[in-house]
C-alpha cells in the first residue's frame, strides 16, 4: 500500500504560478512507481496533467499544459511536484497525484491522493 498526500492548492489569479507536491509514504517502494498528476474541474471527467517515469528520465504532458507545467519527483523525499506557470481560469480543479504505471490513463494507477484544489480567479 501507498499512501499519497497533496499539498500546495489555493486561490491564485490568472498568470500567476503554484507548486503542488505529493508526498508518498507507506510499505510500497516509491521508486518502483510511476507518478502521475490528474485533475477534475467541477461537473468534468477527470482529466490527464502529466507524468514521471520511474527514474525521472522520462516524462510526459497533455497538450493543454506543455510548456507551463513541469513535473519532478525526489526519490531520495519520496516526492512528486509539479509546477504550474501561467495559470489560467480553466485550469481551476481538484489536482490528484497517483502512483502506478507510465500512463496518460487514469485507470493505470492504482494509488490516489485526497486531492488538493487549485482556483483560478480572472
Known amino acids: 500500500q501507498v499512501q499519497l498526500v497533496e499539498s500546495g492548492g489555493g486561490l491564485v489569479q490568472a498568470g500567476g504560478s503554484l507548486r503542488l507536491s505529493c508526498a508518498a509514504s507507506g510499505r510500497g517502494t516509491f521508486s518502483s512507481y510511476s507518478m502521475g498528476w490528474f485533475r477534475q474541474a467541477a461537473g468534468k471527467e477527470r482529466e490527464f496533467v502529466a507524468t514521471i517515469s520511474r527514474s525521472g528520465g522520462s516524462t510526459d504532458y497533455a497538450d493543454s499544459v506543455k510548456g507551463r507545467f513541469t513535473i519532478s519527483r525526489d526519490n531520495a523525499k519520496n516526492t512528486v511536484d509539479l509546477q504550474i506557470n501561467s495559470l489560467k481560469p480553466e485550469d481551476t480543479a481538484v489536482y490528484y497525484c497517483?502512483?502506478?504505471?507510465?500512463?496518460?490513463?487514469?485507470?493505470?494507477?492504482?494509488?490516489w491522493g485526497q486531492g488538493t484544489q487549485v482556483t483560478v480567479s480572472s
Open positions: 497517483a502512483a502506478g504505471t507510465f500512463s496518460s490513463k487514469w485507470t493505470r494507477y492504482d494509488y
